[in-house]
């Protein structure tokens, strides 16, 4: 068990629905990353909060948002899904000031889109 | 284009038998790290090397870096099937605090 939660742990939609991803990091951890996971593609970097502030983006398409809220919980939004967007989603969390930023994953949301 | 180019992609071997996963790249790595995943779970930390050169074991898992910090490898002494599963390395990228992953090899150890 890393500590870091995510849920929901399936989630199966229709294409043009918006849906949330939740993650909770690491006590302690301020930095909370999202990656995306398909069959083809590997572990694509999404987006980097760190302390409630955006830090990084990777490649995050126009219809997803994130945000970290005060509690340092992590939000992932995704809008008008279309078939590709079908993958795991995975959260992670890292102290976010260490050196070698070595992060630790929670179990992913499967998303399936309909 | 991948930064980080893992091989070979799949692997399948006895139980018993020897193995090596390599990791590499033509950019300066300031650390790699090394993951294991099993299906329909979350990447699990297994190594991070951050000297050019480095050598770090685990049990039956040798991790190497580098000399000039652009490659690694994972050997693995008598595979188990416990050590089926997706190794993925990671890259953090000099001067910056982005994480770069390979594609990942899918080992299968078969009994």
């Known amino acids: 068990d890393s500590g870091v939660t995510q849920t929901p742990k399936h989630l199966i939609t229709a294409t043009g629905q918006r849906v949330t991803l939740r993650c909770s990091p690491r006590?302690?951890?301020?930095?909370v990353y999202w990656y995306q996971q398909s069959l083809d593609q590997g572990l694509q970097f999404l987006i980097q909060?760190?302390?409630?502030?955006?830090?990084a983006k990777g490649n995050i398409l126009e219809r997803f948002s994130a945000q970290q809220f005060p509690d340092l919980h992590s939000e992932l939004n995704l809008s008008s899904l279309e078939l590709g967007d079908s993958a795991l989603y995975f959260c992670?969390?890292?102290?976010?000031?260490?050196?070698?930023?070595?992060?630790?994953f929670g179990p992913g949301t499967r998303l399936t889109v309909l | 284009t991948q930064l980080l180019e893992q091989s070979p992609q799949f692997l399948s071997i006895q139980e018993g038998e020897n193995l090596t996963v390599y990791c590499n790249s033509s950019?300066?790595?300031?650390?790699l790290q090394w993951y294991r995943q099993e299906p329909g779970e979350g990447p699990v930390l297994l190594v991070t090397?951050?000297?050019?050169?480095e050598v770090k074991k685990l049990k039956r898992l040798t991790f190497q870096f580098g000399d000039a910090r652009k490659d690694s490898s994972l050997h693995i002494t008598a595979a188990q099937p416990g050590d089926t599963g997706l190794y993925l390395c990671?890259?953090?990228?000099?001067?910056?605090?982005?994480?770069?992953f390979g594609q990942g090899t899918r080992l299968t150890i078969n009994p």
């Open positions: 990671a890259g953090l990228i000099q001067g910056a605090q982005k994480l770069v």
């Open positions: 992670a969390s890292s102290r976010g000031r260490e050196r070698y930023n070595e992060q630790f």
């Open positions: 909060y760190y302390n409630g502030e955006e830090r």
């Open positions: 006590s302690g951890d301020l930095s």
């Open positions: 950019s300066v790595f300031s650390s």
């Open positions: 090397v951050v000297t050019g050169g």
